[in-house]
């Protein structure tokens, strides 16, 4: 299935401390964006393992340049990359984050960005 949005949050580089497992990972979630369609993501930066309670867990070591390659074997443009300083969490495996936005068209093209409202409570919510 294909979708005009997907997103990958700490998946890529949490599973595993191997580099093919996040190129496996990163794939399958891009080969889910529909051409014109975009990926939101998010990676632990230069982290060899986290930590969740006592509990230490694999990561797969990654940088801006193994991000960008990952995406461009994918098939994707990065739009957007931030490296995002996150020196509190250093105790936790990492002291930085990645956020990117990545697409199927040409950096130079517009992508157009609905905004999520809520036109009537009972209703939920809607496109504008």
């Not at 891009?30 to 694999?58: Q, S």
């Not at 995406?71 to 250093?90: C, E, F, H, K, W």
Request: charged residues 20%; aromatic residues 10%; glycine residues 8%.
């Amino acid at each position: 299935m294909m979708w005009d949005l997907v997103g990958l949050f700490f998946v890529a580089c949490s599973v595993s401390a191997r580099q093919s497992d996040f190129d496996a990972i990163v794939l399958n979630a891009c080969d889910h964006v529909r051409p014109g369609g975009a990926l939101l993501a998010a990676f632990l930066g230069g982290c060899d393992g986290y930590r969740v309670g006592d509990r230490w867990f694999p990561s797969a070591r990654c940088d801006e340049e193994m991000v960008r390659v990952a995406l461009s074997a994918a098939g994707l443009d990065v739009i957007q990359l931030n490296r995002i300083s996150t020196p509190s969490l250093a105790s936790e495996g990492f002291d930085h984050i990645f956020v990117l936005a990545a697409s199927r068209v040409p950096k130079s093209a517009q992508l157009e960005i609905a905004v999520w409202r809520t036109p009537d409570p009972a209703f939920g919510a809607g496109l504008e």
